[in-house]
């Protein structure tokens, strides 16, 4: 075959449109406002523009707020780094104000949680630490939350419950930071989902295997009855790559599979990184063929959850 060099292509051919006809995402009603001095955090939040993931940050609230009005569930599902953050002063006045309905953390969740209780700081220097042969070997942190884990067993109750009731106890010196201690006092349910060998309390000779996946197993199936009841209420998951994910994933399973029928509800994966699972078994297949409404926010907690704190107490109240 003969090769033809091609010719450029005549722009005379292409045919305008009017920009007055044409559909646009973005209009001046929609731009964000300039803050003026003196403003009220009020003020800061209606001057975001509408648009993306400020868009959303609005849809998350107003679906909280509607719940909550509702009667319908508000689960808060975290990682341990909310805690290492600084924020457990905003997540336990969220418990207190009837805001968050159920918690549910990890293990190194509920480690970092009674730390901030027992002594006022928390995490250590993990490389140092693991240099010297220190990493994860603080007595007390195994001692108490091992025992904690033998009381649920024995009274064939949650490991979340058993944690937060033993700081009201044993009146912790700054029980009022501990999100666990919070919901014992305000019962609210907290539950508590652990991996053997993920946490530095199961180094310890404390440790016993078999209360901790039993006090464990019994939060999965308090967990599972909550997500049973979540249509017309919020799932809010913040920082756990992997494990909360499929817990999340599993309990919806069982809801489903004993005919909750869940629907009308939200979900909100909230990170740095929106990692696989979470976006998967959060925001994606528990809202699939229109049940629900999955959202995914990147960002860091710090700056965030304090802003999402402040629109729903502000929109509630």
């Known amino acids: 075959m003969s090769k033809k060099s091609p010719k450029p292509f005549d722009l005379s051919r292409i045919r305008p449109t009017s920009l007055s006809n044409r559909k646009s995402k973005v209009d001046m009603s929609k731009t964000a406002k300039t803050h003026q001095k003196g403003a009220s955090f ?13 868009r959303d940050f609005w849809s998350i609230v107003d679906a909280v707020v509607r719940a909550r009005r509702n009667g319908k569930h508000f689960i808060w599902a975290m990682g341990a780094h909310s805690v290492k953050c600084g924020l457990s002063p905003i997540i336990c006045d969220l418990i207190r104000k009837d805001v968050i309905t159920a918690v549910m953390l990890n293990g190194a969740g509920m480690i970092h949680d009674f730390e901030m209780a027992f002594m006022g700081k928390t995490s250590e220097d993990v490389g140092e630490q693991l240099d010297t042969g220190e990493f994860g070997m603080a007595g007390e942190t195994a001692d108490f939350l091992n025992d904690a884990a033998k009381i649920a067993s024995e009274r064939n109750e949650g490991l979340g419950l058993a944690a937060g009731r033993k700081m009201l106890a044993e009146e912790l010196p700054n029980r009022e930071l501990s999100i666990l201690a919070t919901c014992a006092a305000m019962s609210v349910p ?5 991996a053997i060998g993920t946490d530095i309390i199961h180094m310890h000779p404390s440790a016993d295997g078999g209360a901790i996946g039993r006090a464990s197993h019994n939060d999965f199936r308090l967990h599972a009855a909550l997500v049973s009841e979540l249509s017309g209420g919020v799932f809010f998951h913040i920082g756990s790559a992997v ?5 999340f994933l599993k309990a919806f399973a069982i809801a489903q599979n004993t005919g909750a029928c869940l629907r009308d509800f939200a979900t909100v ?3 740095f990184i929106q990692h696989y699972r979470p976006t998967q078994n959060v925001v994606m297949r528990p809202t699939a063929s229109g049940r629900g409404k999955g959202y995914a926010i990147t960002g860091h907690f710090e700056l965030l959850i304090p802003m999402f704190a402040a629109a729903i107490i502000e929109r509630l109240e």
């Open 243 to 247: 494990l909360l994910p499929e817990v």
């Open 269 to 271: 994966n909230l990170d």
């Open 190 to 194: 907290a539950t508590v989902h652990v």
């Open 42 to 54: 009020k003020d800061f939040l209606s001057s975001l523009p509408d648009a993306l993931a400020a």
